[in-house]
């Protein structure tokens, strides 16, 4: 009885931190300074144009976004409301698993680690891929174990299956799933029976399917996405690169879990490998999930930098297996006991981190750095003001066939989603014969009208844009301020009578 109260009390925590962590987030969305990040607009951009696939990416977040727009109208929080949402049921997802796993206090702590993690307030606040990523993979685990669970019941296999399908329309990380599933298998004797039965290779080839539309739709774009994906994998080709992308990083994952907190997990990790036969059922599924592919990304950086994001969905497992172990749990009971004395200390840095990330976006704009590189909301702001600028400039202009052309792909998103009315921006690309994002795959404007060209200062026009106006002159000099360090530069042209767009 007293268990049974004891599990009570942990869920009602839980639900408790669900609500408030919702109910924040969704507020945040209302109050933020902030404009949408370059990608935000970009991927937006693609919910306009719907399609099976899209330059860099499968179609996931364009229908996401296309869909949001569609019930909420195209708006900030529309754009960013379903990052909220998964990143809510993402928790739910982390709490059942550790709540089957262990028990309801380990799920609380679990949740709670994700919950501060300072990368947690980028990545479900920014609605880009990771969001809907993270999602999927919190749910295929939960669904996986219960399977395992249940001795591989049709249901639970059909839902894991069924997320990582989905996952894989959000992002390719999503094929690392089976393969480590596969090799909990193998490595595991009360589980390796599985191996013998169909189930582990329909987790393997199954999502697969939910691909075909993508790569059909690859297969008449030159397989622009495989070209775009295997470029993140190239290397350096310097040895002595490894003295920067290593420490970089590390450092990336010390901020975005948290420093004490991502110590306390790797020196966990590293003391339960060096013992991997001897650990129960649990502990590999969860050190599998988190340690090994953390170990494959390390050594990634040793030849080329690794995008702070990239592991997201490795830390699932690796907040649940550090919550057992805080929790005293009889599996881990042994592993690092000294250490627990500093997890309240990873606890209080945590929250420290959580709500400096929250104050910083109000406050660093008033400071010297605000607005400059070293404000690390740079890229976030000026936008709207951008908006506003083009399109008095855009409303003064006799006809209404005038269209705008930006000659930087992060321009002509921002561009398309601030400009009154959301109009078509067109992006120049001056290597006309090389797809450098989506604007290079949609069609050209038609011939004859005017339009507006958005100039980032200093880069200039060169003379195949000058080439397809009849005539250019200059407009404006724009000034954005973001801040007191930094402002956002651009030079407007009026291009008449467009005479052919090259395609």
Known sequence: MKDDVTEIKWQRWFWWLLTAVTVWRLAYLFITPLDLVPDEAYYWDWGRHLAWGY??????????????????????????????????????????????????????????????APGSAGINLIMTIDAPLVCCWALALYFLWRGLEDDGRPLWIFLTILACGIGLLAKQMMLFFPLITLLYLAL????????????????????????????????QHGWITMHHTAHHFEGNHTFWRLLTTLPDFIGSQLLLIAPLTWIIFIAL????????????????????????????????????????????????????????????????????????????????????????VYFL??????????????????????????????????????????????????TASELAFYVKGQPQVYLWNNRRHTVSSQYDLWPGPTSGGNALLVVEKGKGINSGLRRVFQHLELLKELRIPMGPAASRDYTVYLGRNLLEWPQ
């Not at 809510?88 to 702590?109: E, N, P, Q, V």
């Not at 589980?191 to 539309?213: G, S």
């Not at 042994?334 to 606890?347: D, Q, Y």
């Not at 070293?374 to 209404?400: C, T």
């Open 55 to 116: 330059y860099s990416k499968p179609p996931m977040i364009a229908w996401i976004n296309a869909l949001s727009s569609a019930m909420l109208g195209a708006t900030p929080f529309s754009v960013r409301l379903p990052a909220v949402l998964c990143g809510s049921l993402t928790l739910i997802a982390l709490y059942g698993l550790a709540c089957r796993m262990f028990d309801a206090r380990t799920a609380f702590w679990s949740v709670t680690l994700a919950v501060l």
């Open 361 to 410: 976006t109000f406050y660093v704009g008033y400071t010297a750095l605000g607005g400059g590189p070293k404000d690390p909301f740079h890229r976030l702001k000026g936008w709207h003001e951008l908006g506003i600028e083009v399109s008095a400039i855009l409303q003064e202009q006799p006809g209404n066939k005038n269209i705008i052309v930006a000659v930087s792909r992060q």
């Open 269 to 356: 990790a590293v003391a339960m490998a060096r013992r991997f036969r001897a650990l129960a059922g649990e502990v590999k599924f969860l050190l599998l999930f988190s340690a090994l592919p953390l170990v494959i990304f390390t050594l990634m950086s040793l030849r080329q930098r690794i995008n702070a994001n990239w592991p997201a969905v490795f830390y699932c497992t690796a907040f649940v297996l550090t919550a057992a172990w805080v929790t005293d749990r009889p599996l881990l009971r042994k592993t690092l006991a000294s250490w627990r004395r500093l997890f309240p200390w990873a606890v209080y840095s945590a929250i420290f981190l959580s709500l400096l």
């Open 188 to 219: 595991n004797p009360d589980k390796c029976h599985h191996l013998r039965r169909p189930w582990p290779y329909l987790l393997l080839i199954v999502p697969l399917i939910f691909l075909f539309p993508d790569l059909w739709w690859n297969s």
